[in-house]
């Protein structure tokens, strides 16, 4: 009988040591589900905010698409060729190909229709008849002195609505020319080119310029 008994309790025993190892089991399964969870959740919030991050980059570093000086209604087109020593180099470079499709003139030249000091080369339109271009000399002392731009030595003056081929600029913070242009209503400009320092695109800076685009 009292075998009987400590038979009972010993099945007793057991039967609760397998109950509490059950539950013990079901509570990790059920925690192991949840930490799971928990880090789907994490990733799937952490890729939401890259895809954010990045689609809010990519809209902050998007530029405007500029506007062709060929198809706007501005007064001067103004277009960076490149680095050229000298005007056999410029003629062998996609560039002056596309230059000279557009506009004629350009292939009956044979050197540059300006060259002052520097290797900038920059094709360069009064688009109507009724504009004239003249280009003188900018030095750093007029700049540095607030003088006039268009006060300097006169350098070259060109004829209405032909595109011309210019060699500038040895610094890279200021141009050593000025562009001067005038309408035949009376109003005139002034425009010296050259190269962001940020960017390398050229500076138009006004509204009677704009940038030639080559499609």
């Given at each position: 009988?009292?075998r ?10 057991m ?10 089991e079901?509570?990790s ?18 890729d ?9 980059q990519?809209?902050s ?17 103004v ?6 020593k ?19 003139e350009i292939?009956?030249k044979?050197d ?9 080369v920059?094709l360069?339109?009064?688009?109507f008849?009724s504009?004239?271009?003249?280009i003188?000399?900018l ?19 060109g004829?209405?609505?032909t595109?011309?081929l210019i060699?500038?600029?040895v ?6 020319i000025?562009?001067h ?11 010296s ?5 940020q ?17």
């Amino acid at each position: 009988m009292k075998r009987k008994f400590l038979y009972g309790l010993l099945i007793m025993a057991m039967c609760a040591c397998e109950s509490q190892t059950q539950k013990n089991e079901n509570n990790s399964e059920k925690d192991t589900t949840s930490q799971v969870a928990d880090t789907t959740a994490i990733i799937a919030s952490t890729d939401s905010v890259a895809v954010e991050e990045q689609s809010s980059q990519a809209t902050s570093t998007k530029k405007p698409k500029k506007e062709n000086a060929i198809d706007k209604n501005n007064v001067l087109g103004v277009k960076f060729m490149g680095y050229f020593k000298d005007y056999a180099r410029l003629k062998s470079s996609n560039n002056y190909i596309k230059a000279a499709h557009i506009f004629p003139e350009i292939a009956q030249k044979e050197d540059f229709s300006l060259k002052a000091n520097g290797e900038e080369v920059y094709l360069i339109i009064a688009k109507f008849d009724s504009a004239k271009v003249t280009i003188n000399e900018l030095t750093f002392d007029m700049l540095l002195n607030g003088q006039d731009e268009s006060d300097g030595k006169i350098l070259f003056e060109g004829e209405t609505n032909t595109a011309y081929l210019i060699k500038c600029n040895v610094s890279d913070t200021h141009s050593n020319i000025n562009i001067h242009v005038e309408t035949k209503d009376g109003k005139s400009f002034n425009y010296s080119p050259r190269l962001s320092l940020q960017d390398g695109s050229v500076i138009t800076s006004q509204a009677n310029v704009a940038e030639i685009i080559f499609n």
